[in-house]
């Protein structure tokens, strides 16, 4: 089916440059020049708003015309040019000599159509077979991306379906017609290590038996490190260096590339503080928290979030909450900050009991643990100013309006902001930016325990260590106790001391990181460790680690941190 | 509706957002609508100095007149002016499609935030709102208005009582989707009270869809007025509205269109501008429409 | 759980809405002046005989007793008799039910028809000049009062062109082409403003699913742009929309007065407003209830629709 | 395209056109909708008119006020206390059955009841009688000068005649069986109330022989079939008009009749040459109204003409009319009200607010804002009343609230009122006996509750008085006492005319006009 000739490249991208529509347009895409070869992948690496996605989308055919342009450059697919191509000669085209899978397979399906009826449109659309064909070939290449019973999954619908299931169906769709180039525009961010694990050994799979040549778009460098043949770093819209892995990995030409590995934190445990303190700063004993339990006709399935978890955590120390999507680790943090009551269980806060607090009394709690949300998009009200924000829990507390709006200035500069970011409204910020006016308002009311629910995942990576470096900082000034919930285990071993591992409500297993990272005896946390991606690589020294994967005899049973 | 919103932004936000909205082609639009509705307002405020005759005195001499020198609009059936008449019922017309706007949007406000942030009360309330939505609202409006007898009053409260629910369920519907949002529950880990929670952190994000449900109740309050006028239970009858003298051309409608075209075209200037308007604020106020998401 | 409990839960609670609205409706009805043995005596009659209608109607039956024999009555499915011309108010209702379901399917198939398709391509060139366009149309249907529309129309198709005849309805059994003839004037007028609502709520449903994900594959599969935005988004946006819709024609159902009156239509509009304007309880009474039922029921079965266009919700 | 447009306008044409199911039918959009159906316990004008339709009368009044024989001719006894009628030959109710002595005896007996002068000539009434299978005598007390013209009403209530078995149901209970003799037949499974009524001809229906005239004469019906079509909406029924689509318009809306009148399709002619007289009401009993010389101030404020031309705009169909009891009836007098009529009494209102002593209380007005033939008046008058002083306010409502309101005896601010209008066929004002607003009778007469025992034995003496010149000379000492009194301010007389397609001819005219006997389509 590849059209192209063995030597010349699949895709040939030369000059590639994208504006915005309009008078002075600004320049997105700045003379990007790239080459796929059949049976090849290259990564295309780099932060958010570095142009990969531009670059994908303006290959498609896909870029929203209204307010975008290719203003300069080629694009060719297996010698064709794309670029002034007709819509109906790229309609053409796609899936059927380029494919593309996205992000997040939750919402790349449609929601009300059959799994079976989606890829049939593909046939549908390009192929003139009849409907008991277009059938057996969906029935087949279901079943060539290892989806369980082919002919359940056509008639299911997309929610019925897991994360990885999706993605499957998602390659499944792009590949039935066996295209020459598959783009995939971060195809396993949004799915948990050990799912991606396998999504990136299917796609590699595939590619083997079909020769296609893979466009595979991430800004995980542990990503890269598995799949990619070459790399292409991208920065900022202009193209900062391509290579082949090794070379890119271990031999970085460019500041920027450099900076952008060192930035990658090891699944090297960091060295655990010193246990100063005598009494905890939070206590869990044995809580318990079931949802879905429902009226007298709907009784929908329960679901154990919490089963039985004890924990505690001293000053100054960082617990980190380990573990995928639905092991019960955000379930944990709502609890603790009272957003959800556990069913059953204490929970203490420098011995005080909290759980089970109403009014005057949860409001005086409540200053006493505060909370870092995953998303610094919603956490912030895009209405009011940085300032007022950040003074509001000083304000409740009874401090003068005035007084709260200069001490939201100080902590404005604590947090590595300029004072008069106070003035202005959160949306003028960036990520990174408002995730630290998070943690200032966070701090504000000088609290004993700070939860970080997944604080640094929406993050890109170089902002994400400054994030983190930023948490250990205000730890080190305010003796401040952390619980730390992430499903990143590079992110965890950086910054906790002892790390507790999730899985569907239950505690696997809690000790020192060092123990939990290097030496555990728990099976699913081996896993876990197994499929992070990359892991035999360390980043920051442009190196592999000297042993592959945590040592599977094991050294001691980590016991539970006194 | 820009209470919340004024008090929600510190003054160097407020200037940014005012600055902002007086820019471009929104304040193209801005400027426009904004001037059309205060010309409307500002002739129908100074009627009593710019209208040629009283809009009441009656002349059955000059019965229904087309458009001359002397009567721009012409005349109605008892001989009335019809020009003084429009100049005149915008202060009715107005008044109620603002009453009604702001009675709506408040007290379904109130009893949307209600339901919206208390369980115990959501069930209770809503299937009165359901109760009040199944009720066919002129019908209502009519027993109202014969109950309470015909004044401005009570026409206000016959054409607000039908809009309150639908305000209330958008209201509720925006307040289950933000309370559970981080930036509530960041402010609620703040020790923040309701009352504060509810102004500051929910109200705000019930103001766009409100501005756009507002425009609609003022548009609809001022024609459901016409419709009550027509039906004979409107306001009386000698005191002019839009839309009783409208109600009233309708009869004359072959032989004197002008005595509906004219208010007929006020009106819809009034109601595209407040549309548009309502539009423009929203998509201003939506924080999905501004730079929010990288 | 099988569906047919989560219609018969719906129903149950429906129950204390109808309640409230029955107990409003009276007490409502009661509080208002107007007697309607003066509507049936006129002028001449004396006191005395007054009281004697009054008492034939048990009209001067305590407020408590009127209620629970009305409420005897509608458990037992039975309206009563309306004060006014005596039939029985079942025989009232329908009459005019033909002419009201007639012009309000007819009205919303209409809408349907124009507004989907306008809607998604409003949506689909979102700031254009047609965008702008149906904004400003859906505007004017808002804001010009119905009869006006009507006896414009009315000027041109029946008086002027005389291809349509000016008022009145002909049921169906007398032929598809007097049907329409009579049904198209008044659907059109109606559908002004249902077009405007529709178009718009489509636009704004449509603009929500456009940027998603999944339009994106739909593009990426080659699929072409009608197909992405017909096949892929719209049946994403239905629900708002098919919301709007059912609303529509439940207000449709509980009568328009003032078409019906333009257009001379027997519909129930003017059934329940003459009601109202002779006092005529029982009418009125029935009309509401069975009003607020037609909405109720709608609603649920806008409701059951849901799981149609969309199988994630499930009853 | 072209097709589809052909399509439609030959769809639309069938359905215009279309073969009526009767051959002969005519279609009428009378002056409001048929809703309630016994026409002796409501009093309104389109059920009398309904029942001209299917019920006959006893005697008819012809267009000279002379009382004729229709069912039944009569003869009077010398002492005038013994009235014999004689049914004529071949009278059958539509069910066939025979129109018996009995039946016409219950039926007299059931409207007497009801109407206000029927009630008085009950009073009169010693028995009734059937003397054999055709005849039955009325045997009075004492004599009864307008025993014949009471029979004879041409306007509500009608005595109508109704088998023995409908007219058994007391008059404050509704009449279910339609059954008469008249000449049309009731359809009651077409009957829909505020949408039509339809009457077939009453094949059995043996017309007299003399030609029509008013109510008296020989009914022929030349139509199968007559819809009676209500259009709440006056600007359509022009457009039905005008269209054919229905053929006669009892009362289309007089600002409208230039329209009707370029057209040549389309006649147009007063049918009811007597028309109507509109009126104001005061109460009695509430100030400032219980004054006499306010209530007569109030009336001189008046100007007819400027109540009129709001009611009805064209000149040529008004009439300023000072006569209470009608002009052009038997009894047209100006007596009394001649500054009224001519619209000149502003001067001496304002001096009648001093001279009383007028302190300001306010004059309540109920203001009817759903009728149109009521909803003018309001208005012209809230405007005179301010203009001579007068401290107004306007309560609108709708009809039915001003109805039930009028009988509210109290207090103008605790749900009483003080002035209030209406509106009457002159033939119902053409005789003082049966004049609704010429009582005296306080509290237990009609709402305003005039308390003037003096008008009560005025009207008693015209009820006894032997000639008709004694009749005369009482009925204008009755409107002059009125007027001075002021028991009612009449505020003009108009007609209304009819359009109907101009290939209708031969429309009986009269007081209860439209009849629908003797019209006939030319050919």
């Given at each position: 089916?590849?059209?192209?000739?063995?030597?010349?490249?699949?895709?040939?991208?030369?000059?590639?440059?994208?504006?915005?529509?309009?008078?002075?347009?600004?320049?997105?895409?700045?003379?990007?020049?790239?080459?796929?070869?059949?049976?090849?992948?290259?990564?295309?690496?780099?932060?958010?708003?570095?142009?990969?996605?531009?670059?994908?989308?303006?290959?498609?055919?896909?870029?929203?015309?209204?307010?975008?342009?290719?203003?300069?450059?080629?694009?060719?697919?297996?010698?064709?040019?794309?670029?002034?191509?007709?819509?109906?000669?790229?309609?053409?085209?796609?899936?059927?000599?380029?494919?593309?899978?996205?992000?997040?397979?939750?919402?790349?399906?449609?929601?009300?159509?059959?799994?079976?009826?989606?890829?049939?449109?593909?046939?549908?659309?390009?192929?003139?077979?009849?409907?008991?064909?277009?059938?057996?070939?969906?029935?087949?290449?279901?079943?060539?991306?290892?989806?369980?019973?082919?002919?359940?999954?056509?008639?299911?619908?997309?929610?019925?379906?897991?994360?990885?299931?999706?993605?499957?169906?998602?390659?499944?769709?792009?590949?039935?017609?066996?295209?020459?180039?598959?783009?995939?525009?971060?195809?396993?961010?949004?799915?948990?290590?050990?799912?991606?694990?396998?999504?990136?050994?299917?796609?590699?799979?595939?590619?083997?038996?079909?020769?296609?040549?893979?466009?595979?778009?991430?800004?995980?460098?542990?990503?890269?490190?598995?799949?990619?043949?070459?790399?292409?770093?991208?920065?900022?819209?202009?193209?900062?260096?391509?290579?082949?892995?090794?070379?890119?990995?271990?031999?970085?030409?460019?500041?920027?590339?450099?900076?952008?590995?060192?930035?990658?934190?090891?699944?090297?445990?960091?060295?655990?503080?010193?246990?100063?303190?005598?009494?905890?700063?939070?206590?869990?004993?044995?809580?318990?928290?079931?949802?879905?339990?429902?009226?007298?006709?709907?009784?929908?399935?329960?679901?154990?979030?919490?089963?039985?978890?004890?924990?505690?955590?001293?000053?100054?120390?960082?617990l980190g909450i380990v573990g995928e999507s639905g092991s019960g680790k955000s379930t944990l943090a709502r609890c603790v900050m009272q957003l959800e009551a556990p069913d059953s269980g204490v929970i203490r806060v420098c011995g005080d009991h909290v759980d089970n607090l109403h009014g005057a009394s949860l409001r005086n709690m409540r200053r006493r643990i505060q909370m870092v949300f995953q998303?610094?998009?919603?956490?912030?009200?895009?209405?009011?100013?940085?300032?007022?924000?950040?003074?509001?829990?000083?304000?409740?507390?009874?401090?003068?309006?005035?007084?709260?709006?200069?001490?939201?200035?100080?902590?404005?500069?604590?947090?590595?902001?300029?004072?008069?970011?106070?003035?202005?409204?959160?949306?003028?910020?960036?990520?990174?930016?408002?995730?630290?006016?998070?943690?200032?308002?966070?701090?504000?009311?000088?609290?004993?325990?700070?939860?970080?629910?997944?604080?640094?995942?929406?993050?890109?990576?170089?902002?994400?260590?400054?994030?983190?470096?930023?948490?250990?900082?205000?730890?080190?000034?305010?003796?401040?106790?952390?619980?730390?919930?992430?499903?990143?285990?590079?992110?965890?071993?950086?910054?906790?001391?002892?790390?507790?591992?999730?899985?569907?409500?239950?505690?696997?297993?809690?000790?020192?990181?060092?123990?939990?990272?290097?030496?555990?005896?728990?099976?699913?946390?081996?896993?876990?460790?197994?499929?992070?991606?990359?892991?035999?690589?360390?980043?920051?020294?442009?190196?592999?680690?000297?042993?592959?994967?945590?040592?599977?005899?094991?050294?001691?049973?980590?016991?539970?941190?006194? | 509706?820009?209470?919340?919103?004024?008090?929600?932004?510190?003054?160097?936000?407020?200037?940014?957002?005012?600055?902002?909205?007086?820019?471009?082609?929104?304040?193209?639009?801005?400027?426009?609508?904004?001037?059309?509705?205060?010309?409307?307002?500002?002739?129908?405020?100074?009627?009593?100095?710019?209208?040629?005759?009283?809009?009441?005195?009656?002349?059955?001499?000059?019965?229904?007149?087309?458009?001359?020198?002397?009567?721009?609009?012409?005349?109605?059936?008892?001989?009335?002016?019809?020009?003084?008449?429009?100049?005149?019922?915008?202060?009715?017309?107005?008044?109620?499609?603002?009453?009604?706007?702001?009675?709506?949007?408040?007290?379904g406000l109130v009893i949307g935030l209600v339901s919206g942030f208390f369980r115990a009360a959501d069930a209770v309330i809503m299937r009165i709102m359901d109760g009040l939505m199944a009720m066919p609202a002129v019908l209502l409006a009519v027993a109202i208005v014969a109950l309470a007898g015909a004044s401005v009053g009570t026409v206000l409260v016959a054409i607000t009582i039908p809009e309150?629910?639908?305000?209330?369920?958008?209201?509720?519907?925006?307040?289950?989707?933000?309370?559970?949002?981080?930036?509530?529950?960041?402010?609620?880990?703040?020790?923040?009270?309701?009352?504060?929670?509810?102004?500051?952190?929910?109200?705000?994000?019930?103001?766009?869809?409100?501005?756009?449900?507002?425009?609609?109740?003022?548009?609809?309050?001022?024609?459901?007025?016409?419709?009550?006028?027509?039906?004979?239970?409107?306001?009386?009858?000698?005191?002019?509205?839009?839309?009783?003298?409208?109600?009233?051309?309708?009869?004359?409608?072959?032989?004197?269109?002008?005595?509906?075209?004219?208010?007929?075209?006020?009106?819809?200037?009034?109601?595209?501008?407040?549309?548009?308007?309502?539009?423009?604020?929203?998509?201003?106020?939506?924080?999905?429409?501004?730079?929010?998401?990288? | 759980?099988?569906?047919?409990?989560?219609?018969?839960?719906?129903?149950?609670?429906?129950?204390?809405?109808?309640?409230?609205?029955?107990?409003?409706?009276?007490?409502?009805?009661?509080?208002?002046?107007?007697?309607?043995?003066?509507?049936?005596?006129?002028?001449?009659?004396?006191?005395?005989?007054?009281?004697?209608?009054?008492?034939?109607?048990?009209?001067?039956?305590?407020?408590?007793?009127?209620?629970?024999?009305?409420?005897?009555?509608?458990?037992?499915?039975?309206?009563?008799?309306?004060?006014?011309?005596?039939?029985?108010?079942?025989?009232?209702?329908?009459?005019?039910?033909?002419?009201?379901?007639?012009?309000?399917?007819?009205?919303?198939?209409?809408?349907?028809?124009?507004?989907?398709?306008?809607?998604?391509?409003?949506?689909?060139?979102?700031?254009?000049?047609?965008?702008?366009?149906?904004?400003?149309?859906?505007?004017?249907?808002?804001?010009?009062?119905?009869?006006?529309?009507?006896?414009?129309?009315?000027?041109?198709?029946?008086?002027?062109?005389?291809?349509?005849?000016?008022?009145?309805?002909?049921?169906?059994?007398?032929?598809?082409?007097?049907?329409?003839?009579?049904?198209?004037?008044?659907?059109?007028?109606?559908?002004?403003?249902?077009?405007?609502?529709?178009?718009?709520?489509?636009?704004?449903?449509?603009?929500?699913?456009?940027?998603?994900?999944?339009?994106?594959?739909?593009?990426?599969?080659?699929?072409?742009?009608?197909?992405?935005?017909?096949?892929?988004?719209?049946?994403?946006?239905?629900?708002?929309?098919?919301?709007?819709?059912?609303?529509?024609?439940?207000?449709?159902?509980?009568?328009?007065?003032?078409?019906?009156?333009?257009?001379?239509?027997?519909?129930?509009?003017?059934?329940?407003?003459?009601?109202?304007?002779?006092?005529?309880?029982?009418?009125?009474?029935?009309?509401?209830?069975?009003?607020?039922?037609?909405?109720?029921?709608?609603?649920?079965?806008?409701?059951?629709?849901?799981?149609?266009?969309?199988?994630?919700?499930?009853? | 395209?072209?097709?589809?447009?052909?399509?439609?306008?030959?769809?639309?044409?069938?359905?215009?056109?279309?073969?009526?199911?009767?051959?002969?039918?005519?279609?009428?959009?009378?002056?409001?909708?048929?809703?309630?159906?016994?026409?002796?316990?409501?009093?309104?004008?389109?059920?009398?008119?309904?029942?001209?339709?299917?019920?006959?009368?006893?005697?008819?009044?012809?267009?000279?006020?002379?009382?004729?024989?229709?069912?039944?001719?009569?003869?009077?006894?010398?002492?005038?206390?013994?009235?014999?009628?004689?049914?004529?030959?071949?009278?059958?109710?539509?069910d066939g059955t025979p129109v018996r002595p009995e039946d016409c005896i219950a039926s007299l007996k059931r409207w007497g009841s009801r109407d206000t002068m029927g009630r008085q000539m009950m009073s009169f009434v010693a028995s009734m009688e059937p003397v054999d299978e055709k005849s039955f005598r009325i045997v009075l007390s004492e004599p009864f000068g307008p025993l014949m013209d009471t029979?004879?009403?041409?306007?509500?209530?009608?005595?109508?005649?109704?088998?023995?078995?409908?007219?058994?149901?007391?008059?404050?209970?509704?009449?279910?069986?339609?059954?008469?003799?008249?000449?049309?037949?009731?359809?009651?499974?077409?009957?829909?109330?505020?949408?039509?009524?339809?009457?077939?001809?009453?094949?059995?229906?043996?017309?007299?022989?003399?030609?029509?005239?008013?109510?008296?004469?020989?009914?022929?019906?030349?139509?199968?079939?007559?819809?009676?079509?209500?259009?709440?909406?006056?600007?359509?029924?022009?457009?039905?008009?005008?269209?054919?689509?229905?053929?006669?318009?009892?009362?289309?809306?007089?600002?409208?009749?230039?329209?009707?009148?370029?057209?040549?399709?389309?006649?147009?002619?007063?049918?009811?040459?007597?028309?109507?007289?509109?009126?104001?009401?005061?109460?009695?009993?509430?100030?400032?109204?219980?004054?006499?010389?306010?209530?007569?101030?109030?009336?001189?404020?008046?100007?007819?003409?400027?109540?009129?031309?709001?009611?009805?705009?064209?000149?040529?169909?008004?009439?300023?009319?000072?006569?209470?009891?009608?002009?052009?009836?038997?009894?047209?007098?100006?007596?009394?009200?001649?500054?009224?009529?001519?619209?000149?009494?502003?001067?001496?209102?304002?001096?009648?607010?001093?001279?009383?002593?007028?302190?300001?209380?306010?004059?309540?007005?109920?203001?009817?804002?759903?009728?149109?033939?009521?909803?003018?008046?309001?208005?012209?008058?809230?405007?005179?009343?301010?203009?001579?002083?007068?401290?107004?306010?306007?309560?609108?409502?709708?009809?039915?609230?001003?109805?039930?309101?009028?009988?509210?005896?109290?207090?103008?601010?605790?749900?009483?009122?003080?002035?209030?209008?209406?509106?009457?066929?002159?033939?119902?004002?053409?005789?003082?006996?049966?004049?609704?607003?010429?009582?005296?009778?306080?509290?237990?007469?009609?709402?305003?509750?005039?308390?003037?025992?003096?008008?009560?034995?005025?009207?008693?003496?015209?009820?006894?008085?032997?000639?008709?010149?004694?009749?005369?000379?009482?009925?204008?000492?009755?409107?002059?006492?009125?007027?001075?009194?002021?028991?009612?301010?009449?505020?003009?007389?108009?007609?209304?005319?009819?359009?109907?397609?101009?290939?209708?001819?031969?429309?009986?005219?009269?007081?209860?006009?439209?009849?629908?006997?003797?019209?006939?389509?030319?050919?």
């Amino acid at each position: 089916m590849t059209g192209a000739s063995p030597e010349a490249p699949v895709l040939d991208i030369r000059d590639l440059t994208i504006r915005l529509r309009g008078r002075d347009g600004a320049t997105l895409l700045q003379d990007v020049s790239l080459s796929v070869a059949a049976g090849e992948t290259l990564c295309l690496v780099g932060e958010s708003g570095s142009g990969k996605s531009l670059t994908s989308l303006a290959t498609m055919g896909l870029l929203p015309e209204a307010d975008l342009e290719i203003g300069g450059g080629s694009i060719r697919l297996c010698g064709e040019e794309l670029r002034g191509a007709s819509r109906k000669r790229l309609q053409a085209l796609r899936t059927t000599r380029m494919s593309m899978i996205f992000q997040e397979p939750m919402t790349a399906l449609n929601p009300v159509a059959r799994i079976g009826d989606q890829i049939e449109e593909v046939l549908l659309i390009h192929t003139q077979l009849g409907t008991a064909e277009r059938r057996a070939r969906v029935l087949d290449i279901l079943a060539k991306v290892n989806l369980p019973d082919p002919r359940a999954i056509m008639r299911a619908y997309p929610d019925q379906l897991s994360g990885g299931q999706r993605q499957r169906v998602m390659i499944a769709m792009a590949l039935v017609l066996e295209p020459a180039l598959l783009i995939a525009d971060e195809p396993t961010t949004a799915l948990d290590v050990t799912t991606q694990k396998q999504v990136l050994d299917l796609i590699r799979t595939l590619q083997k038996d079909r020769g296609t040549a893979i466009l595979f778009i991430t800004h995980d460098m542990g990503v890269v490190a598995e799949i990619a043949d070459r790399v292409a770093v991208l920065n900022a819209g202009a193209m900062v260096e391509t290579g082949s892995l090794q070379g890119v990995l271990s031999n970085p030409t460019r500041d920027y590339t450099r900076a952008l590995l060192k930035a990658v934190p090891g699944l090297e445990p960091r060295p655990a503080r010193p246990d100063t303190s005598a009494g905890f700063a939070l206590e869990l004993d044995g809580l318990d928290k079931t949802f879905g339990r429902r009226g007298i006709f709907g009784r929908g399935r329960e679901v154990r979030a919490l089963d039985d978890i004890s924990l505690h955590l001293r000053p100054g120390r960082t617990l980190g909450i380990v573990g995928e999507s639905g092991s019960g680790k955000s379930t944990l943090a709502r609890c603790v900050m009272q957003l959800e009551a556990p069913d059953s269980g204490v929970i203490r806060v420098c011995g005080d009991h909290v759980d089970n607090l109403h009014g005057a009394s949860l409001r005086n709690m409540r200053r006493r643990i505060q909370m870092v949300f995953q998303d610094p998009y919603r956490s912030l009200n895009p209405r009011v100013t940085v300032g007022e924000t950040i003074a509001e829990a000083p304000i409740n507390y009874g401090m003068p309006h005035a007084e709260a709006l200069a001490l939201a200035r100080d902590l404005l500069v604590k947090v590595g902001l300029p004072r008069n970011a106070a003035d202005r409204l959160p949306h003028q910020f960036s990520g990174g930016q408002r995730q630290r006016i998070a943690i200032a308002r966070a701090i504000a009311v000088e609290p004993d325990v700070l939860v970080a629910d997944e604080a640094v995942s929406a993050l890109d990576v170089s902002v994400q260590a400054q994030v983190l470096d930023l948490f250990e900082q205000i730890q080190a000034e305010m003796g401040v106790a952390i619980l730390f919930i992430t499903h990143d285990l590079r992110v965890a071993a950086r910054i906790c001391d002892d790390i507790a591992v999730m899985r569907g409500g239950q505690l696997v297993e809690w000790g020192p990181a060092a123990a939990v990272l290097t030496a555990s005896r728990q099976d699913y946390t081996r896993r876990l460790l197994a499929a992070a991606p990359g892991s035999h690589w360390d980043f920051a020294r442009f190196r592999p680690f000297p042993v592959r994967a945590p040592d599977m005899t094991g050294i001691a049973a980590p016991g539970r941190p006194a | 509706m820009s209470g919340p919103v004024e008090t929600a932004l510190s003054r160097p936000a407020l200037l940014s957002v005012l600055s902002s909205l007086m820019t471009g082609r929104k304040g193209v639009v801005i400027g426009v609508t904004v001037a059309v509705l205060f010309a409307v307002a500002a002739l129908s405020a100074l009627a009593p100095l710019l209208a040629p005759y009283d809009p009441l005195a009656l002349n059955m001499t000059a019965r229904l007149r087309p458009s001359s020198a002397e009567h721009l609009m012409g005349t109605d059936a008892y001989g009335r002016d019809i020009f003084s008449r429009v100049l005149y019922g915008g202060r009715i017309s107005l008044v109620i499609g603002v009453g009604a706007t702001l009675l709506a949007v408040g007290t379904g406000l109130v009893i949307g935030l209600v339901s919206g942030f208390f369980r115990a009360a959501d069930a209770v309330i809503m299937r009165i709102m359901d109760g009040l939505m199944a009720m066919p609202a002129v019908l209502l409006a009519v027993a109202i208005v014969a109950l309470a007898g015909a004044s401005v009053g009570t026409v206000l409260v016959a054409i607000t009582i039908p809009e309150i629910p639908r305000v209330a369920r958008i209201v509720r519907a925006v307040i289950l989707s933000t309370r559970s949002a981080p930036f509530v529950e960041a402010a609620r880990i703040s020790g923040t009270r309701i009352g504060k929670l509810m102004w500051r952190h929910l109200i705000p994000s019930t103001v766009a869809p409100l501005l756009v449900q507002g425009s609609y109740v003022f548009a609809s309050a001022i024609l459901t007025e016409a419709v009550l006028s027509f039906l004979g239970v409107g306001i009386s009858p000698d005191i002019p509205t839009w839309g009783n003298i409208m109600s009233e051309g309708r009869m004359f409608f072959s032989l004197r269109p002008g005595m509906i075209f004219w208010p007929a075209l006020i009106l819809s200037l009034v109601i595209l501008a407040a549309n548009m308007l309502g539009d423009v604020l929203r998509d201003h106020f939506d924080p999905r429409s501004k730079t929010g998401r990288a | 759980m099988p569906v047919i409990f989560y219609v018969l839960k719906r129903i149950l609670a429906t129950v204390p809405v109808m309640a409230f609205v029955a107990i409003f409706v009276f007490l409502l009805l009661r509080l208002t002046p107007g007697d309607p043995a003066v509507a049936i005596a006129g002028d001449q009659a004396t006191e005395e005989q007054l009281r004697q209608i009054r008492a034939a109607l048990s009209l001067d039956q305590p407020l408590l007793v009127q209620f629970v024999t009305w409420i005897q009555q509608i458990v037992r499915l039975d309206f009563g008799k309306s004060l006014i011309s005596g039939l029985p108010v079942s025989e009232l209702i329908a009459q005019r039910l033909e002419p009201t379901l007639s012009i309000a399917l007819v009205t919303i198939s209409m809408s349907v028809l124009v507004a989907v398709p306008l809607g998604v391509l409003t949506a689909w060139k979102q700031g254009s000049w047609i965008d702008r366009g149906a904004v400003a149309f859906s505007v004017l249907g808002f804001s010009i009062p119905v009869f006006v529309i009507a006896y414009m129309l009315i000027q041109l198709f029946a008086i002027d062109l005389r291809w349509l005849p000016v008022q009145g309805f002909a049921p169906l059994s007398r032929g598809l082409g007097p049907f329409l003839s009579h049904a198209i004037l008044p659907s059109v007028v109606l559908s002004v403003i249902y077009v405007a609502l529709i178009a718009r709520m489509t636009r704004a449903a449509m603009l929500d699913v456009i940027h998603e994900d999944f339009v994106r594959t739909a593009r990426a599969k080659g699929c072409t742009e009608p197909r992405v935005l017909f096949r892929h988004a719209l049946r994403n946006a239905a629900i708002p929309i098919l919301t709007v819709v059912g609303t529509g024609l439940a207000l449709l159902i509980s009568g328009v007065v003032v078409t019906e009156s333009v257009f001379n239509l027997p519909g129930l509009g003017r059934l329940t407003i003459d009601a109202v304007m002779a006092r005529d309880y029982p009418v009125i009474q029935a009309m509401i209830l069975v009003t607020s039922a037609v909405y109720v029921l709608i609603n649920l079965l806008i409701d059951l629709a849901y799981s149609l266009f969309d199988p994630r919700i499930k009853y | 395209m072209f097709k589809i447009k052909r399509l439609i306008a030959s769809a639309a044409l069938a359905s215009v056109t279309a073969a009526p199911l009767y051959a002969e039918t005519l279609r009428a959009v009378m002056h409001s909708d048929l809703r309630l159906t016994d026409p002796v316990m409501a009093s309104s004008y389109i059920t009398r008119d309904h029942g001209y339709m299917i019920y006959d009368t006893l005697v008819a009044m012809d267009e000279n006020s002379v009382v004729r024989p229709q069912m039944a001719d009569w003869s009077m006894s010398d002492d005038g206390l013994v009235y014999t009628f004689t049914l004529r030959d071949g009278l059958k109710w539509h069910d066939g059955t025979p129109v018996r002595p009995e039946d016409c005896i219950a039926s007299l007996k059931r409207w007497g009841s009801r109407d206000t002068m029927g009630r008085q000539m009950m009073s009169f009434v010693a028995s009734m009688e059937p003397v054999d299978e055709k005849s039955f005598r009325i045997v009075l007390s004492e004599p009864f000068g307008p025993l014949m013209d009471t029979i004879g009403k041409p306007s509500s209530l009608v005595p109508f005649m109704m088998p023995e078995r409908v007219a058994s149901t007391p008059a404050t209970e509704a009449i279910s069986d339609f059954t008469g003799s008249g000449p049309f037949e009731f359809v009651r499974d077409e009957f829909q109330p505020g949408v039509k009524a339809v009457y077939l001809k009453n094949e059995d229906y043996i017309p007299r022989n003399e030609p029509p005239s008013w109510g008296a004469g020989g009914k022929v019906v030349h139509f199968d079939r007559v819809e009676w079509i209500n259009m709440p909406d006056s600007q359509t029924a022009i457009n039905a008009l005008s269209s054919g689509e229905v053929d006669f318009l009892e009362a289309p809306m007089m600002d409208l009749l230039p329209i009707l009148e370029s057209n040549p399709e389309i006649t147009i002619k007063t049918l009811n040459p007597l028309g109507g007289q509109t009126l104001a009401r005061m109460n009695f009993l509430q100030p400032p109204f219980d004054d006499p010389r306010l209530r007569r101030a109030a009336a001189l404020s008046f100007k007819q003409e400027d109540f009129l031309l709001a009611l009805v705009g064209n000149p040529d169909l008004i009439t300023p009319c000072a006569a209470m009891m009608g002009c052009g009836t038997k009894m047209d007098f100006a007596v009394g009200g001649e500054k009224i009529a001519a619209g000149t009494g502003q001067e001496e209102a304002k001096a009648l607010l001093k001279e009383a002593g007028y302190d300001g209380t306010p004059v309540v007005i109920l203001q009817t804002t759903d009728v149109p033939v009521l909803k003018t008046q309001p208005v012209v008058a809230a405007d005179a009343l301010r203009a001579v002083g007068f401290n107004v306010t306007s309560l609108p409502m709708d009809w039915q609230s001003v109805a039930t309101r009028a009988r509210n005896k109290g207090p103008a601010d605790e749900g009483g009122w003080n002035i209030m209008f209406s509106y009457l066929g002159v033939a119902d004002v053409m005789n003082p006996l049966g004049h609704l607003f010429m009582d005296g009778n306080g509290e237990q007469g009609t709402f305003g509750w005039a308390d003037l025992p003096h008008l009560n034995e005025l009207r008693a003496e015209f009820a006894a008085a032997p000639t008709e010149e004694a009749r005369m000379a009482l009925a204008k000492e009755i409107q002059a006492y009125a007027y001075e009194q002021t028991t009612y301010v009449p505020l003009g007389q108009f007609v209304s005319p009819s359009a109907f397609r101009s290939d209708l001819e031969g429309f009986v005219t009269g007081p209860a006009a439209p009849y629908f006997w003797n019209v006939k389509r030319a050919r």
